[in-house]
Protein backbone atom coordinates (compact mmCIF):
# COMPACT_ATOMS: atom_id res chain seq x y z
CA UNK A 1 0.00 0.00 0.00
CA UNK A 2 1.42 3.45 -1.03
CA UNK A 3 0.74 6.74 1.03
CA UNK A 4 -0.20 8.46 -1.85
CA UNK A 5 -0.24 11.95 -0.37
CA UNK A 6 3.52 11.54 0.63
CA UNK A 7 4.00 10.73 -3.31
CA UNK A 8 3.97 13.95 -5.85
CA UNK A 9 2.94 13.68 -9.30
CA UNK A 10 6.19 13.88 -10.54
CA UNK A 11 7.27 10.95 -8.53
CA UNK A 12 3.77 9.03 -9.70
CA UNK A 13 4.82 9.52 -13.44
CA UNK A 14 7.88 7.99 -12.84
CA UNK A 15 7.01 5.35 -10.64
CA UNK A 16 4.05 4.36 -13.38
CA UNK A 17 6.41 4.44 -16.41
CA UNK A 18 9.02 2.36 -14.43
CA UNK A 19 6.73 -0.19 -14.42
CA UNK A 20 5.67 0.10 -17.82
CA UNK A 21 9.68 -0.57 -18.70
CA UNK A 22 9.95 -3.07 -16.87
CA UNK A 23 13.77 -3.17 -16.48
CA UNK A 24 16.33 -0.95 -15.34
CA UNK A 25 17.53 2.13 -17.29
CA UNK A 26 19.88 5.21 -16.72
CA UNK A 27 18.76 8.57 -15.84
CA UNK A 28 19.81 9.94 -19.03
CA UNK A 29 17.57 7.48 -20.98
CA UNK A 30 14.69 8.34 -18.43
CA UNK A 31 15.01 11.61 -18.62
CA UNK A 32 15.04 11.66 -22.39
CA UNK A 33 11.96 9.44 -22.74
CA UNK A 34 10.23 11.61 -20.54
CA UNK A 35 11.42 15.00 -21.66
CA UNK A 36 12.42 15.98 -17.75
CA UNK A 37 14.52 18.90 -16.58
CA UNK A 38 17.93 17.19 -15.40
CA UNK A 39 17.65 18.93 -12.01
CA UNK A 40 13.70 18.43 -12.01
CA UNK A 41 14.04 14.16 -12.26
CA UNK A 42 17.47 14.13 -10.19
CA UNK A 43 15.47 15.44 -7.06
CA UNK A 44 12.19 12.88 -7.80
CA UNK A 45 15.09 10.43 -8.05
CA UNK A 46 16.58 11.29 -5.04
CA UNK A 47 13.26 11.37 -3.19
CA UNK A 48 12.26 8.12 -4.27
CA UNK A 49 15.12 6.84 -3.40
CA UNK A 50 15.45 7.68 0.11
CA UNK A 51 11.50 6.22 0.46
CA UNK A 52 13.65 3.10 -1.20
CA UNK A 53 11.23 2.85 -3.76
CA UNK A 54 14.53 2.19 -6.20
CA UNK A 55 18.35 2.20 -6.33
CA UNK A 56 20.36 4.97 -8.37
CA UNK A 57 23.71 5.12 -8.26
CA UNK A 58 25.51 7.86 -10.01
CA UNK A 59 26.41 6.94 -14.16
CA UNK A 60 24.48 3.14 -13.10
CA UNK A 61 21.05 2.17 -13.68
CA UNK A 62 18.30 2.84 -12.05
CA UNK A 63 16.11 -0.19 -10.53
CA UNK A 64 13.01 -0.70 -8.66
CA UNK A 65 13.32 -2.07 -5.19
CA UNK A 66 10.41 -4.55 -4.53
CA UNK A 67 8.93 -2.23 -2.38
CA UNK A 68 8.76 0.13 -5.58
CA UNK A 69 7.92 -2.15 -7.89
CA UNK A 70 4.80 -2.65 -5.51
CA UNK A 71 3.89 1.37 -5.49
CA UNK A 72 4.94 1.35 -8.93
CA UNK A 73 1.98 -1.21 -10.04
CA UNK A 74 -0.16 0.75 -7.28
CA UNK A 75 0.12 3.86 -8.93
CA UNK A 76 -0.61 2.23 -12.45
CA UNK A 77 -4.02 0.45 -11.52
CA UNK A 78 -5.06 3.55 -10.20
CA UNK A 79 -4.32 5.40 -13.97
CA UNK A 80 -5.79 2.23 -15.32
CA UNK A 81 -8.78 2.15 -13.05
CA UNK A 82 -9.55 6.27 -13.55
CA UNK A 83 -8.63 5.51 -17.31
CA UNK A 84 -11.35 3.21 -17.41
CA UNK A 85 -13.82 4.73 -15.62
CA UNK A 86 -13.75 8.51 -17.54
CA UNK A 87 -13.62 6.18 -21.07
CA UNK A 88 -16.39 3.54 -19.93
CA UNK A 89 -18.75 6.03 -17.39
CA UNK A 90 -18.00 9.29 -18.98
CA UNK A 91 -17.55 8.44 -22.73
CA UNK A 92 -14.59 10.58 -22.36
CA UNK A 93 -12.08 10.46 -25.65
CA UNK A 94 -9.06 7.71 -24.99
CA UNK A 95 -6.36 10.74 -25.14
CA UNK A 96 -8.61 12.65 -22.12
CA UNK A 97 -8.98 9.80 -20.34
CA UNK A 98 -5.38 8.74 -20.45
CA UNK A 99 -3.77 12.11 -19.81
CA UNK A 100 -6.11 12.98 -17.02
CA UNK A 101 -5.67 9.64 -15.60
CA UNK A 102 -2.11 10.27 -15.78
CA UNK A 103 -2.27 13.14 -13.07
CA UNK A 104 -5.19 11.85 -11.11
CA UNK A 105 -3.35 8.28 -10.06
CA UNK A 106 -1.78 9.76 -6.86
CA UNK A 107 -4.47 11.86 -6.42
CA UNK A 108 -7.33 9.40 -5.82
CA UNK A 109 -7.58 7.53 -2.33
CA UNK A 110 -7.52 3.98 -2.50
CA UNK A 111 -10.62 4.48 -1.13
CA UNK A 112 -12.64 6.22 -3.83
CA UNK A 113 -10.93 3.89 -6.03
CA UNK A 114 -12.64 0.90 -4.51
CA UNK A 115 -15.75 2.55 -4.73
CA UNK A 116 -15.00 2.98 -8.75
CA UNK A 117 -14.07 -0.77 -9.00
CA UNK A 118 -17.12 -1.44 -7.36
CA UNK A 119 -18.87 -0.14 -10.33
CA UNK A 120 -16.65 -1.52 -12.74
CA UNK A 121 -16.16 -5.04 -11.16
CA UNK A 122 -12.74 -4.81 -11.32
CA UNK A 123 -10.22 -5.32 -8.84
CA UNK A 124 -8.19 -2.93 -7.36
CA UNK A 125 -5.07 -4.92 -6.70
CA UNK A 126 -5.15 -6.65 -10.23
CA UNK A 127 -2.83 -5.17 -13.06
CA UNK A 128 -4.97 -6.50 -15.33
CA UNK A 129 -1.94 -6.86 -17.61
CA UNK A 130 -2.10 -3.24 -18.60
CA UNK A 131 0.94 -1.83 -18.87
CA UNK A 132 -0.14 1.54 -19.88
CA UNK A 133 2.71 3.55 -21.90
CA UNK A 134 2.58 7.16 -19.91
CA UNK A 135 4.38 8.88 -23.07
CA UNK A 136 1.30 7.85 -25.36
CA UNK A 137 0.41 11.47 -25.51
CA UNK A 138 2.60 13.30 -22.25
CA UNK A 139 4.32 16.44 -22.92
CA UNK A 140 5.92 18.10 -19.56
ZN1 LIG B 1 -3.21 5.38 -19.80
ZN1 LIG C 1 -4.95 2.24 -4.21
Request: charged share 30%; glycine share 2%; proline share 1%.
Amino acid sequence: MINTSLVKEKENLVLDFLFFWNCPITAGCLKSELNFKHSTLNSILKRLEKQELLTWEKYKEIKLTEKGRESAMHVSNHHFIIERFLKDSLNCSEELAHNEALHLAGAFSCELIEEICKKLKISHNDSHGNFCDIRKYFTD
